[in-house]
């Protein structure tokens, strides 16, 4: 058998299993979102609306964040040059980690070219740091985390998602005189449900653990400046290495540690991942501190994003449809099905003009196939309306169940 062959055979298994990924071609207009332009494959192009973004507050298309890129770009150019050591950090980038530290409330930051990178670099770093340490890893975390905890070549141990009960015994089992570290999530993005922070934290004192936590899918989004879910439960204190992005509430690109000044001037040192990758160009570091500085003093947009997120949970839950709800902004419909949930996800793009994207194994297991909605405070109730019913014809056209509804 040939070579090409193997791949035919690989990538007809996604076929057959209904899981086979496709691009679509939007383009995003400015000043418009969640409006775009989807051109088809015929070359044919049709208005849609975009409900599977990460720009979870169109912060992408902000005043401010356009301005900032377009003055350093007309400073500085296109690219950084090189790397952060060799040519590649400028006063944009410093400006940015300032920001981030500033937000998280720590001595100091680190920016990556993206928070996969970030997450993947540090934990694989970590070891070297701290000979023999042992990772405690969430079952459900990030596969930036498990990539990172994978590669770092110490020990690991994985405890049952949110699971306190079982992260004890595993601490306990181990030699108390070795360095350890939980690793987590405040937000898992594909169900919506919060970690048990301070209760981690408790126990991360008790066992003498570093803790680590992801904050993604929240940086923007929670807390008084958006500095995420530890900052709205006031437990940024607790936490030894913050993990965001730049790329989803902030709508730029890139991502972050946030940690004391000798935590991060470790990684800086020791990571592959960051010491030969080039820096991301000086208008996007420009534009994501703008950003982040925008949205220390917006709650406004904090609070019209939680509502929006909480109506449309409320009107799908009262079709019946099968909507995960942990009160977070994130909106899951399950369909439990890989062929359901991609022939939904055409039927509404191309009948409706509404774009979401199917989440199928390996993201999520099977049998938990689903539907997953970002609504922003910049979705209307236009927008929300035409969503819901499309959802609510589809459903009955499909022939889908429906969960009990009150009387």
Same mark, same amino acid.
């Given at each position: ?16 299993? %209904? ?33 599977? +973004?990460?720009?979870?507050?169109? @912060? ?12 350093? *770009? ?13 040519? %590649? ?42 000979? +023999? ?45 070795? #360095? ?19 209760? *981690?934290?408790?126990?991360?004192? !008790?066992? %003498? ?11 923007? @989004? ?18 030894? &290495? ?14 972050? &540690? ?28 420009? +534009? ?47 369909? %439990? ?9 055409? @039927? ?28 922003? #405070?910049?979705?209307?109730?236009? !927008? @929300? ?18 969960? !009990?509804?009150?009387?």
């Amino acid at each position: 058998m040939t070579y090409s062959e193997k791949l035919d055979q690989a990538i007809e298994r996604l076929h057959d299993e %209904g899981r086979y990924r496709t691009f679509i071609d939007i383009e995003r207009r400015n000043g418009n979102f969640p409006h775009a332009v989807w051109t088809k494959p015929d070359g044919s192009e049709q208005d849609i609306t975009v409900w599977c +973004g990460n720009d979870y507050l169109g @912060m992408g298309q902000n005043k401010a964040v356009l301005e900032a890129m377009h003055e350093a *770009i007309d400073a500085t150019g296109a690219g950084s040059g090189g790397t952060r050591n060799i040519s %590649g950090t400028t006063v944009y980038h410093k400006q940015l980690e300032a920001e981030l530290a500033d937000l998280h409330g720590k001595e100091s930051a680190l920016l990556f070219t993206s928070a996969y990178i970030a997450n993947d670099a540090t934990l694989s770093t970590l070891p070297k740091l701290f000979p +023999g340490l042992i990772i405690y890893s969430d079952s459900l975390n990030h596969a930036s985390m498990i990539e990172g905890v994978r590669r770092n070549g110490g020990a690991k141990r994985i405890f049952r998602h949110n699971d306190l009960a079982h992260l004890r015994e595993l601490l306990a089992a181990d030699d108390a005189d070795a #360095p350890k570290l939980i690793a987590f999530e405040s937000i898992y993005s594909m169900d919506g449900d919060f970690a048990p922070i301070e209760e *981690i934290c408790d126990l991360a004192d !008790e066992f %003498g653990a570093l803790t680590y936590i992801d904050e993604v899918h929240a940086v923007g @989004m929670y807390g008084p400046r958006g500095a995420g879910v530890a900052e709205r439960d006031r437990l940024m204190h607790r936490l030894d &290495i913050i993990n965001g992005t730049l790329a989803k509430a902030y709508g730029v690109m890139g991502g972050y &540690i946030a940690a004391s000044a000798k935590m991060c001037d470790a990684i800086r040192s020791y990571a592959p991942g960051f010491i030969f990758t080039t820096s991301l160009p000086p208008a996007v570091a420009a +534009g994501a501190a703008a950003s982040v500085a925008f949205l220390k003093r917006a709650p406004e947009l904090r609070q019209k994003h939680q509502e929006q997120a909480a109506a449309l949970k409320l009107r799908l839950k009262g079709l019946g449809l099968p909507v995960i709800d942990h009160g977070s902004h994130i909106v899951p419909v399950i369909v %439990g099905n890989p062929v359901h949930t991609k022939l939904l996800s055409d @039927m509404l793009l191309e009948e409706f003009g509404i774009y979401v994207q199917p989440i199928n194994f390996p993201t999520v297991p099977r049998g938990t196939e689903r539907l997953r909605f970002t609504p922003s #405070p910049v979705h209307g109730p236009r !927008e @929300m309306d035409a969503l819901v019913n499309a959802m609510d014809g589809l459903w009955a056209h499909c022939a889908l169940n429906r969960a !009990e509804q009150a009387g």
